[in-house]
């Protein structure tokens, strides 16, 4: 009798012990969600209350407060005294342009949409990071190719850096203005090529993300993992294939080279 009454009680408790971790995962993407709500709408609140300006396709919005230029959707955000002082560089507003229009605004909410739901997942900050310094290179090298300015350039970009914290879903003017930004102004690089560099790690990330997701127990038997590992390196080959792997040497120059080749 004994035995028949634990065997009532486990699966219970574990039914419930699963429905808690749920509740628990469910109540911080909540969280990250409204956190995510909650800066759309201070850009779009920003955009309706404040002087907006037609610019090419889009449109500068006018604020009062002291702000470094970012970009969101069509929107161009600009300190209203600034701008009409004449003291925003023509440079810096194509540098935003670019940005409005080759729609940087719906990767970040795309990346930001994956992070409320996995939260958990460490790799996707990291991939954000990776998706808005290529937006950066993009929006550079629309501004060089416009103006052949590389070093005017350079010192616009040190001199407009301030200490302000934009919001994570805008396209920032100074966001990650590291060396290796500065010195892949001065190399000649396709956006074609850029956004290669972009798709072709998609394939890792979906790896680690679902190997964080789902950890594998290690086998006790040392032939049974053996045998564990040696499938997993063919999944792997097979599914790189046809892919190609895009680095950056230390001249800042982009090489591309077939997995296959690759010892």
């Not at 009532?8 to 628990?24: A, L, Q, R």
């Not at 230029?69 to 925003?88: C, E, M, Q, R, S």
């Not at 005017?152 to 970009?157: A, C, F, N, T």
Request: contains cysteine; glycine residues 2%; hydrophobic residues 40%.
């Amino acid at each position: 009798g004994e035995l028949v009454s634990q065997a009532t009680i486990e699966p219970g408790f574990t039914i419930s012990f699963g429905i808690m971790i749920g509740v628990i995962f469910l109540c911080i993407s909540a969280v990250y969600f409204v956190r995510f709500a909650k800066n759309i709408s201070t850009l779009l609140r920003q955009s309706d209350k404040n002087q907006k300006i037609q610019y090419h396709n889009s449109q500068l919005v006018l604020v009062e407060e002291d702000i470094v230029p970012h970009t969101f959707l069509d929107n161009i955000y600009l300190n209203k005294a600034d701008y009409l002082a004449g003291h925003i560089d023509e440079q810096l507003l194509v540098h935003e342009r670019a940005h409005a229009d080759q729609r940087h605004s719906w990767d970040i909410v795309f990346i930001e949409v994956l992070m409320c739901l996995f939260w958990f997942n460490p790799i996707l900050r990291m991939y954000k990071s990776a998706i808005q310094l290529n937006h950066e290179f993009l929006a550079d090298e629309t501004v060089i190719k416009q103006y052949n300015q590389v070093k005017e350039y350079q010192y616009l970009l040190l001199d407009t850096i301030k200490n302000n914290n934009q919001i994570s879903l805008a396209s920032s003017i100074n966001f990650s203005l590291t060396k290796k930004r500065l010195e892949m102004m001065t190399h000649k690089s396709t956006t074609r090529r850029k956004n290669l560099l972009i798709l072709s790690i998609l394939p890792v990330i979906l790896i680690l993300m679902v190997a964080l997701g789902n950890p594998v127990i290690a086998q006790s038997n040392l032939e049974n993992q053996t045998t564990q590992d040696q499938k997993t390196d063919d999944l792997r080959d097979a599914f790189f294939k046809n892919a190609s792997i895009h680095y950056i040497d230390n001249d800042g120059l982009v090489y591309v080279k077939k997995y296959s080749d690759i010892p």
